[in-house]
């Protein structure tokens, strides 16, 4: 088992900046490739970032991709999720998850089998 807490969300104005945090416990934590997914109200779920087990490889949404940074600390069992440049478009809920020996082809939320209960990002404009 592996349990996930997020932390880090909150309200923010568009151009604003947000780092979440995602503390892991339980299996070793070197083992599993850790994402980021989100879901706004009435929309499903979608994939932000992943990284590898090693931190050398990391994949993000298009949406994404050059405002955001996903990184690990292996020692802490932590993964990050820097957030630049918000958009209100970004507003969601933001779920940490693990997927045992996973890549960064695994962009999908039924890939994984541990996630947290999820931190709500607000960007007003």
């Known amino acids: 088992q592996v349990q996930l807490v997020e932390s880090g969300g909150g309200l923010v104005q568009a151009g604003g900046s947000l780092r979440l945090s995602c503390a892991a416990s339980?299996?070793?934590?070197?083992?599993?490739?850790m994402a980021w997914f989100r879901q706004a109200p009435g929309k499903e779920r979608e994939f932000v970032a992943v990284?590898?087990?090693?931190?050398?490889?990391?994949s993000y949404a298009d949406s994404v991709k050059g405002r955001f940074t996903i990184s690990r600390d292996n020692a802490e069992k932590t993964v990050r999720l820097q957030m630049n440049s918000l958009k209100p478009e970004d507003t969601a809920v933001y779920y940490c998850?693990?997927?045992?020996?996973?890549?960064?082809?695994?962009?999908?939320?039924?890939?994984?089998?541990?996630w947290g209960p999820g931190t709500q990002v607000t960007v007003s404009s």
């Open positions: 998850a693990a997927r045992y020996r996973g890549g960064m082809d695994n962009v999908q939320p039924g890939q994984y089998e541990y």
């Open positions: 990284i590898s087990w090693s931190g050398v490889s990391t």
């Open positions: 339980g299996r070793t934590f070197s083992n599993y490739a």
